[in-house]
């Protein structure tokens, strides 16, 4: 059985101390999950202030006891709760499935490099990784997220760079795309314009694979020039999981809805991602989780409370993390677990 939460410190002290709260409560969950035969498989970490924190987090008890083993992200998007750091958690009671790899560049990588040959480099990494595992990134790579410090001056040249590296390996509309978010957020490499995660399943053929669809509600992303699938529901003989890419109030032929109305734009992308879900199989309340990307953190208290209203049952974090387009004012991805028979 797989499982998810969400863990926010209550605490409103320093940022060392919220680590020590977490600690604790983090601690207490993974040995409850224990108990019920899962163990802790991947984690993401959610930090307002990455250069400040990023340091003390890797010499804390929660890092280095609890979280070193399994596939951990940690990217500079703060909480809008005003918790400082916010941890996303998810256990299994079975092997995993997937391999993860968080790449990030160093000074040294960046030095000279604009977001175009950043994100370049990211993916020859990722792919040197695959290669040496006898992997590709057509058949085995599902889902990527891409961290864009500057977006909205930057994430054209990020756009160009992935299109440019999927027409090399034959990724192109007439085959298929990879499940994506492409996001602001910053590593803790100070110049770094770019960092990504990878989510690589390597049992699977491309058979296993349904890229989901609902065109009634939002067009194919190529028609706009970029190059992601809106969703990927991959099927497994333990489970399936649809991985629901960024998603935003956009429309059947692209455009952006309900401009500067943030719920209206909530309520619209919800419904986008309920018809992607249905697509494969999946409904919304088969969400383990979701991510919620706000522009302003200042719409934070009504989006809470519109979520809490509609889907009280789901787990759920708000960052601040600007969209690709500055219209649109939120953004929000997703994975829903279901059965093997569903």
């Given at each position: 059985m797989?499982?998810?939460?969400?863990?926010s410190?209550?605490?409103r002290a320093g940022f060392t101390e919220r680590l020590g709260e977490l600690y604790l409560a983090v601690g207490d969950y993974l040995d409850m999950e224990k108990l019920d035969g899962r163990d802790l498989c991947y984690c993401k970490i959610f930090l307002s202030d990455i250069l400040n924190q990023h340091a003390e987090l890797l010499d804390s008890p929660l890092y280095i006891d609890l979280l070193p083993h399994a596939g951990c992200s940690i990217v500079e998007q703060a909480p809008a709760d005003g918790s400082k750091i916010s941890v996303l958690l998810e256990t299994d009671d079975k092997e995993p499935e997937s391999l993860f790899h968080a790449l990030r560049l160093t000074e040294e990588e960046v030095a000279g490099r604009n977001a175009y040959e950043q994100t370049r480099l990211l993916f020859?990494?990722?792919?040197?990784?695959a290669d040496s595992l006898h992997l590709t990134m057509s058949e085995h790579l599902v889902r990527t997220w891409i961290?864009?410090?500057?977006?909205?001056?930057d994430y054209a040249d990020v756009v160009k760079a992935r299109n440019d590296v999927f027409d090399r390996y034959g990724l192109t509309v007439n085959t298929h795309f990879i499940a994506s978010t492409g996001i602001g957020g910053a590593t803790a490499v100070r110049h770094a314009a770019v960092g990504m995660?990878?989510?690589?399943?390597p049992g699977i053929v491309e058979s296993d694979k349904k890229y989901l669809q609902a065109l009634e509600y939002l067009n194919p992303t190529h028609e706009y020039g970029v190059a992601f699938e809106r969703g990927t529901r991959?099927?497994?003989p333990k489970l399936q999981r649809c991985f629901i890419s960024g998603t935003a109030s956009i429309d059947k032929h692209g455009q952006i809805l309900y401009p500067g109305d943030v719920l209206r734009q909530t309520a619209r992308l919800l419904e986008n991602i309920s018809m992607l879900l249905k697509d494969g199989g999946a409904t919304m309340q088969q969400l383990d989780y979701l991510i919620v990307y706000l522009r302003d953190?200042?719409?934070?208290?009504?989006?809470?409370?519109?979520?809490?209203?509609?889907?009280?049952?789901?787990?759920?974090?708000?960052?601040?993390?600007k969209v690709c387009r500055p219209g649109w004012l939120i953004?929000?991805?997703g994975v829903a677990t279901l059965s093997p028979q569903t």
């Open positions: 797989h499982k998810c939460t969400i863990v410190p209550r605490n020859e990494k990722y792919i040197a990784i961290y864009v410090a500057d977006i909205d001056n995660d990878f989510l690589t399943y991959v099927s497994t953190v200042s719409d934070y208290l009504s989006v809470e409370a519109f979520l809490r209203r509609l889907y009280p049952s789901i787990p759920h974090v708000i960052v601040q993390g953004e929000m991805e």
